[in-house]
């Protein structure tokens, strides 16, 4: 993913991937026993160095290494022999990591509260041992979002928050799931299915995305809905609608500028597709305060 297919977004960091960010929010704008985030890193460049904190931080630490690196919870730690791995330390779990020879980039996010806890005992992700990530362009954009968002409003919406993290941690036990029943997804369907999500509001035909993966029309999207579980155009709709689920929250936008921040010029069909999707018209959700449910 480019920095040009993620400068739209107000108050996102402007310089991924290419430069490091990081943030810790003193006093947190969000620190409710349900949710909280304490600091965030985008592509964080560290020095040859090992980190060590024998009594961890006090909450849960996400990180993703985009290069190899030692980890574990002691001074014993486990080298990788691959970079885009993750680690999960809890809290009170010692946080030990790094590389002592090469400087080594890193992305990560400080959280913890109740939703947490249940997301991640939900999605079955390994605790205090490394795992290897498939993907890595679905967390670093749920950073990005939980950063907009803790940026953006005051206070944040603790329930989106949730939503984006819980969201982020079932996607990655589905990649791991992946990885250790040997499928590997082709890089080309991976490439579409980034496009897709990295720009909703781009006009985007069933043509273009098959051209784009190298098939014909009809055997792309019978590929694709075997990988994803959904037909590409679905897939598409469906960025689209959470997206503009999210954007309602900003009650300076009105309906047909959420529309065609999403890629629709007709706010009629647009809030005829939210509905089917979501049950409930822009309107309607915007008016009581109601969040999706899928």
């Known amino acids: 993913?480019?920095?040009?297919?993620?400068?739209?977004?107000?108050?996102?960091?402007?310089?991924?991937?290419?430069?490091?960010?990081?943030?810790?929010?003193?006093?947190?704008?969000?620190?409710?026993?349900?949710?909280?985030?304490?600091?965030?890193?985008?592509?964080?460049?560290?020095?040859?160095?090992?980190?060590?904190?024998p009594q961890g931080t006090g909450d849960y630490l996400i990180m993703l290494f985009h290069d190899e690196a030692q980890i574990g919870t002691s001074p014993v730690m486990q080298p990788t022999d691959r970079p885009d791995t993750m680690m999960v330390w809890p809290p009170g779990k010692g946080q030990f990591y790094g590389n002592p020879r090469q400087g080594f980039v890193h992305s990560w996010i400080h959280c913890e509260g109740r939703r947490i806890r249940q997301a991640l005992r939900q999605a079955r992700l390994p605790l205090a041992e490394p795992f290897p990530v498939g993907n890595i362009s679905h967390f670093q954009q749920t950073l990005l979002d939980v950063h907009a968002e803790v940026v953006s409003y005051m206070p944040?919406?603790?329930?989106?928050?949730?939503?984006?993290?819980?969201?982020?941690?079932?996607?990655?036990?589905?990649?791991?799931?992946?990885?250790?029943?040997?499928?590997?997804?082709?890089?080309?369907?991976?490439?579409?299915?980034?496009?897709?999500?990295?720009?909703?509001?781009?006009?985007?035909?069933?043509?273009?995305?098959?051209?784009?993966?190298?098939?014909?029309?009809?055997?792309?999207?019978?590929?694709?809905?075997?990988?994803?579980?959904?037909?590409?155009?679905?897939?598409?709709?469906?960025?689209?609608?959470?997206?503009?689920?999210?954007?309602?929250?900003?009650?300076?936008?009105?309906?047909?500028?959420?529309a065609r921040q999403v890629g629709y010029e007709d706010a009629f069909h647009f809030s005829k597709t939210f509905r089917k999707h979501f049950g409930s018209s822009p309107r309607a959700m915007r008016q009581h305060g109601e969040r999706p449910l899928n």
């Open 1 to 53: 993913m480019n920095p040009s297919e993620l400068a739209h977004s107000r108050n996102r960091p402007s310089a991924f991937p290419g430069m490091g960010f990081k943030r810790f929010f003193s006093p947190q704008p969000l620190g409710s026993k349900t949710v909280s985030v304490r600091g965030i890193g985008i592509r964080e460049a560290m020095p040859a160095c090992l980190v060590e904190r």
């Open 156 to 258: 944040p919406d603790e329930i989106l928050i949730g939503n984006l993290l819980e969201n982020c941690f079932r996607e990655l036990a589905r990649q791991l799931r992946g990885v250790d029943s040997g499928i590997q997804v082709p890089e080309r369907l991976l490439a579409v299915h980034r496009l897709i999500a990295a720009v909703p509001d781009h006009p985007i035909t069933l043509e273009k995305l098959a051209s784009m993966a190298g098939m014909s029309p009809s055997h792309f999207s019978a590929q694709f809905r075997k990988t994803f579980g959904l037909a590409p155009m679905e897939c598409l709709i469906q960025h689209r609608m959470h997206r503009a689920a999210h954007l309602l929250s900003d009650h300076n936008m009105t309906v047909s500028e959420i």
